[in-house]
T-cell receptor
Framework: GAVVSQHPSWVICKSGTSVKIECRSL??????MFWYRQFPKQSLMLMAT?????????EQGVEKDKFLINHASLTLSTLTVTSAHPEDSSFYIC????????????FGNGTRLTVT | GDSVTQMEGPVTLSEEAFLTINCTYT??????LFWYVQYPGEGLQLLLK?????DKGSNKGFEATYRKETTSFHLEKGSVQVSDSAVYFC????????????FGTGTKLQVIP
């Protein structure tokens, strides 16, 4: 089946530094990738939608200059948390879809970010 | 806008007990409905789906029926196992497919031997 690899699975960084999270579709070409943030005991909050070769579409309230998303190829999207602060600590999950319409979402295993 | 409401957890059951996790939704048009499962430290996996009214999605002994009249998509399993312990998310995507999914808050299920 379709596999999405997310790396790293966990990361600890200091306030003010930037962290990059990678999301790769291993055995299919993902035309669209989604980035979610999950707070403890809460649901997934969609942060942005990225299509290969174009700028990401951010959800209302998500700072695009803070959460930089790059979808440079059909198999790779990256999320960079810039100038991270403790409130950015969270579980970030990516998902990818093969095409449009009713193509299913395939999720990565998530990245636990802790900012100290 | 679209929304999904599911019962709060955690739900604790003994092995072989019957499981129901309630889910109701609000959406315009005819959404597709999903249940996703998240095991500890992992991402989400699609458990089952239904794309139109009265459809029944099923997988691994789990079932859910798309009830448009009650705007519900309750998850059921006749006999749970310890390995079913996870967080279950009800979700929907608006008319047109999977492109944007709205999730419920998740229900943690713990099955004890």
């Amino acid at each position: 089946g379709a596999v999405v690899s997310q790396h790293p699975s966990w990361v600890i960084c200091k306030s003010g530094t930037s962290v990059k999270i990678e999301c790769r579709s291993l055995d299919f070409q993902a035309t669209t990738m989604f980035w979610y943030r999950q707070f403890p005991k809460q649901s997934l909050m969609l942060m942005a939608t990225s299509n290969e070769g174009s700028k990401a579409t951010y959800e209302q309230g998500v700072e695009k200059d803070k959460f930089l998303i790059n979808h440079a190829s059909l198999t790779l999207s990256t999320l960079t948390v810039t100038s991270a602060h403790p409130e950015d600590s969270s579980f970030y999950i990516c998902s990818a879809t093969i095409g449009q319409g009713i193509s299913p979402l395939h999720f990565g295993n998530g990245t636990r970010l802790t900012v100290t | 806008g679209d929304s999904v409401t599911q019962m709060e957890g955690p739900v604790t059951l003994s092995e072989e007990a019957f499981l129901t996790i309630n889910c109701t939704y609000t959406a315009t048009g005819y959404p597709s409905l999903f249940w996703y499962v998240q095991y500890p430290g992992e991402g989400l996996q699609l458990l089952l789906k239904a794309t139109k009214a009265d459809d029944k999605g099923s997988n691994k002994g789990f079932e859910a029926t798309y009830r448009k009249e009650t705007t519900s998509f309750h998850l059921e399993k006749g006999s749970v196992q310890v390995s079913d312990s996870a967080v279950y998310f009800c979700a929907l995507s608006g008319s047109g497919g999977y492109q944007k999914v709205t999730f419920g808050t998740g229900t943690k299920l713990q099955v004890i031997p």
